[in-house]
């Protein structure tokens, strides 16, 4: 897919459908000094060419794409779209591409099929050419069976299908995509692309892709890196994988010990870039181009070897933004605390430690069920969570795992089955177990009209905290996650990042004994996954029960254990090793979690055994 890197861009692809010059935008802020969200900024698309766009959260993603659209008029430089100026021109450029925001705008109350006549009216598609575009289009998306389905009744992963299937509705020749498949599981994801790169190959069109998913960044043709409104680099992610060889290296733990506990030594050491978590191994990028710095922060006893690992874009892109800065970045959490001026308590045994036996056990289900109607979205799920234990809820768009949260949390109530929480039965005490946890929604759910500092005071006071001890909770939550800078700000004009923390803190605030974290690193940067993860991985040492879904499965090796679901009823349940062994085969000996929840959700795979056994 990707091109080979001694062609030239003229070589391989046609004109050039998109072209930035020095793009310069700067956004007043009240109370403070202007933003500057793009600087001297240049790119080229070309028809035929998918361009990828990474950078953190504020890099300028968002308002390149929205000069390129003409949304937005630049304070300096020129945006030329298929040859006409994006500022003097854009009802013209409009009629020719097509831009998919963030949040594209699908009309819930209608269904499938209304959707798509509403955008081909607004698109001035003629009714003579809608019947063969239809066709088309419920065909790569999948959807040709659910035209009659109300678009709010779709899944996560359908709603963005059927998002692109209206967007292109009208065969653009420039397709621009913010972020696409945030909040869309492995397998949507997948099918996402197939349908990109089916259009650029039938039609030739050109694609600028702002992503937070890294992978994906090895799927485009080039790739154009920002950082606080500056392009740091371009280029096809081949030559970024070899910019980097010999700076990454994979830790195999020692049998019995955790590969969490190993990435949290890791991880902000002197001359270690990043340590995160893959297969099983510590995955680590270095400063320099040897293995010391790994050897050198590693305590005895926990590493059974170290070896050089092939690298990739991620690694790259990691590397180019500690190299973009003069200092260390600060971590989006600073050093780990749970009370104030007090540092966490290792539960008993600390990392190494055995599975907690049955008495630790704070979340139990046995055959529980959710129906609403004749529909059953939740079907005869069965598990148990100890202690300081971080357990995932994994699955497909619609699978049940947001439904299955809200009855843990007492929000929903369980139409059958048993429910236990903290020891107590939810259908009779459920007001005693909603004070032991914390929950964070997988959408922002708090006041955006309140201030970050009205906010905290607001849930304190919802979880009966009062007086002096509201006090010193909120001072902790404002150190903790970094927000005393933002702490007058209305939550609604928050960064996602930011919105993301607070959150996280408003559900921490009365120090919860069970925590549960509804894909809580969703639409954030990679820094700031990784930043989140350290911070979940000191709460689970302290004692924490963590209960969490992601769609990124490489958080998932974050988990002790994990549920995968699909459609309601349980597929597998096991550690990150047993899942993964899941998709193990002759030809694919080492596969992933990803590789794993993608066979069991497409109905291959075994059931893994139990803790254990052989």
């Not at 408003?506 to 069970?514: K, N, S, Y």
């Not at 809580?520 to 302290?542: C, K």
Request: net charge positive; charged share 25%.
């Amino acid at each position: 897919m990707i091109p080979a890197a001694a062609e030239s861009v003229a070589e391989r692809f046609g004109e050039a459908v998109l072209c930035l010059r020095d793009l310069h935008k700067r956004f007043a802020v009240r109370d403070g000094p202007p933003v500057e969200a793009l600087r001297g900024v240049s790119l080229d698309v070309r028809g035929g060419e998918v361009v990828g766009l990474v950078g953190p959260d504020g890099a300028g993603k968002t308002t390149l794409l929205r000069i390129a659209t003409g949304l937005l008029v630049p304070d300096r430089g020129t945006a030329t779209v298929l040859a006409l100026d994006a500022v003097r021109d854009t009802l013209q450029i409009r009629r020719r591409i097509t831009y998919m925001p963030q949040k594209f705008g699908l009309y819930e109350d209608l269904t499938v099929q209304e959707n798509l006549d509403l955008y081909a009216d607004l698109q001035g598609v003629p009714p003579v050419a809608r019947t063969d575009r239809y066709a088309q289009l419920l065909e790569m998306t999948g959807l040709a069976k659910f035209a009659g389905r109300l678009a709010g009744r779709l899944s996560g992963g359908m709603k963005q299908k059927l998002g692109l299937a209206c967007a292109l509705i009208k065969s653009p020749e420039l397709l621009l995509l913010d972020e696409p498949t945030v909040g869309v599981d492995p397998v949507s994801r997948r099918e996402l692309w197939r349908i990109v790169y089916q259009m650029v190959a039938q039609e030739g069109i050109g694609v600028l892709v702002a992503t937070a998913f890294l992978d994906e960044a090895e799927k485009c043709h080039r790739v154009v890196v920002l950082h606080e409104g500056r392009k740091l680099d371009e280029g096809a992610p081949a030559s970024f994988r070899e910019w980097i060889r010999g700076h990454t290296f994979l830790v195999r733990p020692r049998p019995g010990v955790r590969p969490r506990a190993i990435q949290g030594r890791l991880a902000g050491q002197p001359g270690i870039i990043d340590a995160t978590i893959r297969g099983g191994r510590v995955r680590v990028v270095t400063e320099q181009p040897d293995s010391a710095a790994v050897a050198r922060a590693m305590p005895d006893g926990l590493a059974a070897e170290i070896e050089t690992a092939s690298p990739t874009f991620e690694d790259a892109f990691l590397k180019w933004l500690a190299d973009a800065q003069s200092r260390p970045r600060p971590a989006v959490f600073p050093a780990a605390q749970t009370g104030t001026g007090s540092a966490p308590r290792p539960r008993q045994g600390g990392p190494l430690a055995a599975p907690a036996a049955a008495a630790d056990c704070v979340v139990h289900t046995r055959g529980l069920t959710k129906r609403f109607g004749r529909f059953t979205a939740v079907s005869e799920i069965s598990f148990d969570v100890q202690r300081g234990e971080i357990f995932g809820l994994l699955g497909p768009n619609g699978a049940g795992k947001s439904t299955t949260f809200r009855m843990l949390c007492g929000l929903s109530k369980a139409s059958g089955g048993e429910v236990r929480v903290a020891g107590r039965d939810l259908r009779r005490a459920g007001s005693f177990a909603r004070q032991r946890l914390g929950y964070m929604a997988q959408q922002f759910s708090l006041y955006g009209q309140l201030s970050v500092l009205e906010n905290l005071r607001f849930f304190g006071r919802a979880y009966g905290l009062t007086g002096r001890r509201l006090a010193e909770r909120i001072e902790w939550a404002l150190e903790e996650f970094a927000l005393r800078g933002q702490r007058d700000t209305a939550s609604g004009k928050l960064p996602g990042g930011y919105k993301q923390r607070l959150a996280m803190a408003a559900a921490m605030l009365h120090e919860p004994e069970i925590l549960f974290l509804d894909e809580p690193t969703s639409g954030v940067d990679p820094l700031a996954r990784r930043d989140f993860w350290r911070r979940i991985n000191s709460f689970a040492e302290a004692g924490v029960t963590v209960i969490v879904t992601t769609h990124f499965m490489e958080e998932a090796e974050f988990c002790d254990r994990m549920l995968i679901m699909s459609q309601g009823r349980e597929l597998a349940t096991g550690t990150p090793a047993q899942i993964r062994a899941l998709a193990r085969s002759a030809m694919h000996p080492d596969p992933t979690i990803e590789d794993a929840f993608i066979a069991l959700a497409e109905g291959a795979g075994q059931p893994p055994a139990p803790e254990g056994s052989p």
